[in-house]
């Protein structure tokens, strides 16, 4: 009886008897942040770092994707809001001041160029890289323009010059090596010549610094020409120079004596030639990108009023002698 009343108290003591495993779901289904209320496996297998590491990286990888888009789409809004800031600079706001077209258009230059450069750092600074890199890639990059970008960086640098320094604006009338004509655009890089073909040659800014430059209208818009003329021999040289002077006079293009700071047409007899009186007529003009037109012009005026006062206008002439000349059909030979 003491063996049963024992057995009894225990069982009472412990309470009912609960199926097999339900002390294990208690313990799966408790709070984890008890750490009395876990079974060290559970606690062990929710800490693994297998589980943790595989969610934290497939989280990382979003967001940096995330980021690098957020750069990419700040990027492209920024370079076209600049462009548009540019063109209104330039066209819309700057008219408004007292500054000249070359002058405006080297101010939006040099602004679109710095905005340029400041929506790059901020798309990168979105996009989760690390500014203070850009030492490294600073390093990279001058080994690659010592080697191989060489003529690049002389270029923009050599734009930057010709956009302080203004040797050439837009507008000017120019000669560069065999190119000639009106400077259209400057940039950073090249510089766009539009030829009285109308057609655009693009001119590394480089080659604007380093060969000669023929600027026609640097300061002003005048410019000297130079027509020649041969006369026949034993014509009245003061008749032709009073001839040319007229027909320098009445050109509406052409300056006249005391009409602006510069010398009024004037007549050389420049050579005794071979078979000609040779005569040099210049004459300043308004528009010296008008030269040919005016040249042409003259030399109209010219043929035309020494025909009307009888002058000749000399050409090569030779006198060819033969020497034992087949004979004649009648048998006689040359004499």
């Not at 208690?26 to 590491?53: E, F, G, I, M, W």
């Not at 002389?154 to 050439?168: A, D, K, Q, T, Y």
Request: aromatic share 10%.
């Amino acid at each position: 009886s003491s063996c049963a009343s024992s057995y009894a108290g225990s069982r009472r003591s412990a309470g009912p008897k609960l199926p097999f495993g339900i002390d294990e779901r208690k313990n799966r289904s408790a709070d984890l942040s008890d750490p009395q209320a876990v079974s060290p496996k559970v606690l062990s297998a929710s800490t693994h770092p297998a589980a943790s590491s595989g969610s934290a990286s497939r989280f990382l990888s979003a967001t940096s994707r995330y980021e690098v888009l957020l750069g990419i789409v700040l990027f492209a809004a920024l370079i076209t809001f600049i462009r548009w800031l540019a063109g209104r600079l330039e066209h819309k706001w700057l008219t408004r001041t007292p500054l000249e077209a070359h002058t405006r258009e080297a101010v939006a230059t040099l602004f679109a160029y710095g905005a340029f450069m400041l929506a790059g750092l901020m798309g990168l600074n979105y996009a989760g890289f690390d500014l203070s890199k850009l030492a490294i890639i600073a390093g990279a990059l001058s080994v690659g323009i010592g080697f191989g970008l060489q003529n690049v960086v002389n270029n923009f640098v050599s734009g930057i010059i010709l956009l302080f320094e203004r040797p050439i604006r837009t507008g000017d009338y120019v000669t560069v090596n065999m190119t000639e004509g009106y400077v259209r655009r400057m940039r950073i890089r090249s510089t766009e010549i539009e030829t009285l073909d109308r057609m655009s040659v693009i001119v590394p800014n480089s080659e604007m610094l380093m060969n000669h430059v023929k600027n026609w209208n640097l300061r002003d818009h005048y410019g000297r020409i130079t027509t020649t003329v041969g006369a026949a021999y034993g014509s009245d040289t003061a008749l032709v120079e009073k001839l040319l002077l007229d027909v320098a006079k009445d050109h509406p293009l052409v300056i006249k004596k005391g009409e602006a700071n510069v010398p009024g047409p004037i007549v050389f007899f420049s050579s005794f030639g071979d078979n000609s009186l040779n005569f040099e007529l210049k004459v300043f003009i308004h528009q010296i990108a008008m030269r040919y037109v005016v040249v042409s012009d003259l030399n109209f005026a010219i043929d035309t009023i020494f025909r009307e006062h009888g002058v000749s206008i000399a050409f090569p002439q030779r006198d060819v002698w033969f020497r034992n000349a087949p004979p004649k059909e009648d048998g006689s030979g040359a004499d």
